[in-house]
Nanobody, 127 residues
Framework: QLQLVESGGGLVQPGRSLRLSCTAS????????IGWFRQVPGKEREDVSC????????HHAKSVKGRFTTSRDNAKNTVYLEMNSLKPEDTAVYYC????????????????????WGQGTQVTVSS
């Protein structure tokens, strides 16, 4: 069974950068669309980004476009979320998730949400 583990979270000052990793064990990520989502207590989970299985299609939410970059290295079974120019409103628990639908269906319209989730990693942006 594929398991996803996020890492790289922490406390960072506004304007700084952080890179999150989502690493899979128990199987290969290469056939999966991978999404990054975040959630603040008391609020709905929101999508951050999504990347297709071959990395050819990437979607970023409007709130992070131009600041966050998503990439993947299938040889390392890892997907990355590079977060730059971080803002306090980026504070959340960040989750990676995997699914077999395409980027549009999994992360934009969410008609086919991901079916495997990591445990999450906390990102706190504060001075």
């Amino acid at each position: 069974q594929l398991q996803l583990v996020e890492s790289g979270g922490g406390l960072v000052q506004p304007g700084r950068s952080l890179r999150l990793s989502c690493t899979a064990s128990g199987g290969s990520l290469e056939h999966y669309t991978i999404g990054w989502f975040r959630q603040v207590p008391g609020k709905e989970r929101e999508d951050v980004s999504c990347i297709s299985s071959n990395g050819g299609t990437v979607h970023h939410a409007k709130s992070v476009k131009g600041r966050f970059t998503t990439s993947r290295d299938n040889a390392k079974n890892t997907v990355y979320l590079e977060m730059n120019s971080l803002k306090p409103e980026d504070t959340a628990v960040y989750y990676c998730a995997a699914g077999l639908s395409d980027v549009q269906a999994m992360c934009v319209t969410m008609v086919y949400p991901p079916h495997m989730w990591g445990q999450g990693t906390q990102v706190t942006v504060s001075s």
